[in-house]
């Protein structure tokens, strides 16, 4: 099994306030990763930090390293537009662009990254739309607003164009919060499918979500990783108290 | 602040020592009457069937804490192991039942020879000093106590083949048979009940239904 991604050392801040706190990890590829603890543990900045999206916010800072495929992702001439062309991201709020159609919104990310020809472009629509399984109910009408979809289709609208620039990775932050329970279980499946292909790390704040489709959990306590590890042990048999607790329900 | 599955889960624990409670006198009950000479097979018989009834309430318990709650960890751990103990507290009562069905049918071990009755008597000391171990051991959640069983575990063991090789010893070629006989068929039997358990959950898988194949 060998590993997409390995966080060593990682400290972020928020104006002097340090909410990730010397993180080490690493994260298998093809596997869907989870990210659970109570709200401000660090999980959105964790996975933030992860792409480079986390230094976009006035006053934020981070160190350590985060190496995909070997490569630190913060070494000295890497260009943070290409690491989140690598590991795209899927925010909690399905957040397509409203004037845009069905179709501008799939390929939005490769017309900024100036690629203009009809036919790949078309081809893209399709192929992303197909992978986050929307293709079927939208083909007809790919010229509507992509505000015209219901949550659950908007949100895998996102995917579809968070999937058109090809990422090797993809971030999702609570991608099912803001989503009515049947949306949200398509949306489980195709966390699961993508896990085929791509290699997916999601924040939520569902536990049984992350017992649902992960592979690994990570649990995050103010800032620090208190436990990761396979699914099945953190769920069934946690290692430290803090997990055990925080699973059960008895705080967070 | 309890969290709501825990009103379940002590509801769960209370069933389960109720039960304990009664698997230990339906086996004192029965083992006494084998022992001493008397009949208390329609008083097994009820407890027996009780444990059976408490054994599908705990089972009932657990199965809607599974549904509702989605409990993990030391919660997850705790339910399947209460499932699994209302099981065997129930077997406690059918081997109740069976010994004390024994002892109607064919006769205590009063009027057996002595050292067949003082072997019996000892194992029978010996096996409810275990029953009480994990009646107990689960009532306070004593690990350390319920670990000491496992050196009773072991006598009680070496003393059923102990008797058996006795037995065999002193037995004729025909006795030799009807020594294995009962033993072989006791277990057929015991495979044919658990036949038909696999079948009735069968039937409950596909229909949802709770029927009774025995």
Redesign the interface.
Known sequence: MSYKIEIENLNAWFSGKQVLRDITMKIKENMVTSIIGPSGCGKTTLIRCLNRMHELTPGAKATGRVLLDGGDIYSEGIDPVTVRRRIGMVFQKPNPFPMMSIYDNTVAGLKLNGVSDKHRLDETVEKSLRAAHLWDEVKADLGKSGASLSGGQQQRLCIARALAIEPEVILMDEPTSALDPTAASKIEQLIRVLSQDYTVIIVTHNMQQAARVSDCTAFLYLGKLVEYGSTKDIFENPKSELTEKYITGEFG | MS?I?DIGLEELSVMLCRMGELTYQAISLSLKGCLNGTNEHSQVCEMSDALVSMSEQAEDKAFELIARF????????TIKSYMKIAYDFARYGRYALDISYINEQYGGLKHCEHWILEHIEKMSEKVLDMVRISIDSLRKHDVKLAETISKTEKEVDSMYFRYLDELVKRASGTNKCTISSVLIVRYLERIADHATYICESVVYVATGQKVNLR
């Open positions: 969290r599955i989605q409990p993990v960890a030391s919660d997850l751990r």
